[in-house]
């Protein structure tokens, strides 16, 4: 009886040990060295085709072979994925996010989570906008494979002519130059500027940034750093800033901006009514001949301002979990109140989003290398989830599934000068991947329905994504600090 019992016991035992076992390795993903998709579609993004019927070898977190899956012999010890029906496409760029935690009301012990969810939503590289220490040190544990994370980019804490928060306040060249310095110095990837920098600081700047080997982008406005100012400069621009000031006619009696800051003021989307669409063409090519590389953000500011938002429709987004119910509540009530909104005829948003459609076509016909940036999380847009939302909104104003797919995954890496390690299925490359159950090319929302992600070589069935999705979303909401008074 006790030799049974003793059985028993080591049975138990041994189930246990299997049981954890499993669940650590699906927490961690496979981690075989070698990883076939077997019978997949391969969409490489070298150029607008699909391979149909490939096996990919992945080996050591790179792609080792692609070929037609009849010839293609996978490796005994291969753990396989079937690839059958399904599309295979590079992992996702976002070249403009940031997190809930990046400011002080949530704690930033959940930034490695937010990381997670993007990776759940096929997104394998990221650009944050607004520097941190806090972002340097996620960028450095991700490349260490400490977290599962994307690989980061982090540009700077903005220079600004102005106090707002995680900013180089700059009103003297020198300071300019000096906030430069410091930025380089600290190890961020990239200079951003923003809004009220005089002209001759910002031109201390971008002299500073070239003498420091470091590229500058970010914002336009109307009075200060103007689209030509940054044009000249060849600073790579985000949300299409300025541009709308250039389209305007030249008989046009006000030139009230609808970008960035200025948006909130109903009185400067007059200057719609003034548009000239013969200027969009010629303005779109100075864009592109200073620098052809332009993040639109267009869902962004196309769902969040233009279109109505309606609070069913909110209430209905998958991501809105993510959020503690008194920010939803916050943000609801602004919709509500917001004089952009509710102030703003809607055949001037029409004509504002129209504007912005036909300026990304031109770009793009001119010769433009588009990226696509989510600037989430503000608005109740989330990080990952918002990144299939812009995909859609730059096919949707005229270039096509492939551009934006390639907007998403090549151009911003030849942007970061990574294309040749990454943003395309081809041997020798870094496999982040993602793998889709519909062709991207035929659709672009083929994007929404993932069978899962491989990210630095390990792969994530979606069922396991969707898990941590569900496991992260009240961790993040319940991270929330209400700084009440005292």
Do not use: C
């Not at 969409?43 to 692609?66: H, N, S, W, Y």
């Not at 806090?134 to 106090?163: D, F, N, Q, W």
């Not at 993040?295 to 609070?311: C, D, M, V």
């Amino acid at each position: 009886m006790k030799k049974a019992i003793h059985i028993l016991l080591m049975l138990s035992a041994v189930f246990v040990l299997l049981t954890v076992s499993a669940f650590e390795m699906k927490a961690a993903g496979t981690q075989g060295s070698v990883i076939a998709f077997v019978g997949v579609n391969v969409v490489p993004m070298d150029r607008e085709r699909v391979l149909k019927d490939q096996t990919v070898i992945i080996r050591d977190g790179k792609i080792a072979e692609i070929g037609a899956a009849k010839k293609v012999k996978v490796p005994k010890d291969a753990v396989r994925v079937d690839g059958k029906g399904k599309y295979l496409i590079p992992g996702l760029v976002d070249m403009h996010t940031h997190l809930l935690s990046d400011g002080n009301e949530y704690d930033k012990a959940i930034a490695p989570d937010e990381l997670r969810v993007m990776v759940a939503n096929g997104v394998t590289t990221v650009r944050f906008m607004i520097g941190t220490p806090e972002l340097l040190g996620l960028r450095s544990r991700s490349a260490k494979g400490e977290i599962t994370a994307p690989t980061i980019y982090v540009a700077s804490p903005h220079l600004t002519g102005r106090e707002q928060g995680n900013n180089f306040v700059v009103k003297t060249e020198e300071e300019a130059r000096d906030a430069v310095r410091k930025s380089k110095a600290a190890g961020y990837d990239f200079i951003k500027v923003t809004t009220f920098i005089d002209a001759p600081v910002y031109e201390a700047a971008i002299d500073e940034a070239a003498k420091q080997g470091i590229r500058v982008v970010g914002h336009a406005d109307r009075e200060y750093v103007t689209a030509p100012r940054a044009w000249k400069a060849r600073q790579q621009i985000e949300h299409l800033d300025g541009y709308m000031e250039q389209i305007l006619s030249d008989d046009a009696p006000m030139k009230g901006s609808v970008s960035d800051l200025y948006m909130s003021d109903p009185k400067n989307w007059e200057s719609i009514d003034f548009i000239d669409e013969a200027k969009i063409q010629l303005v779109a090519k100075r864009s592109v001949e200073a620098n052809p590389f332009s993040n639109p953000t267009q869902h962004f500011f196309k769902n969040s301002f233009g279109l109505p938002r309606s609070e069913e429709s909110i209430r209905a987004q998958p991501d809105l979990r993510f959020y503690p119910v008194k920010v939803q509540e916050q943000w609801l009530n602004w919709y509500k109140r917001a004089s952009v909104i509710t102030r703003v005829p809607a055949e001037r948003k029409a004509k504002w989003i129209d504007a912005r459609n036909k300026l990304i076509k031109a770009i793009h016909d001119a010769g433009g290398k588009l990226m696509a940036g989510s600037d989430t999380p503000e608005f109740l847009w989330l990080y990952g989830f918002a990144m299939h939302h812009e995909l859609k909104a730059l096919r949707d104003a005229g270039i096509g599934n492939y551009a934006a797919l390639a907007a998403g995954t090549r151009n911003p890496h030849e942007f970061l000068g990574t294309l040749g390690k990454a943003g395309t299925i081809e041997k020798g490359k870094r496999a982040d991947l993602v793998l889709l159950n519909a062709n991207p090319l035929a659709d672009i929302t083929a994007t929404y329905d993932r069978a899962g992600v491989m990210l630095k070589g390990k792969w994530y069935p979606q069922a396991e994504l969707n898990d941590w999705l569900d496991e992260i979303a009240p961790k993040i909401a319940g991270s929330y600090i209400d700084h009440k008074p005292q």
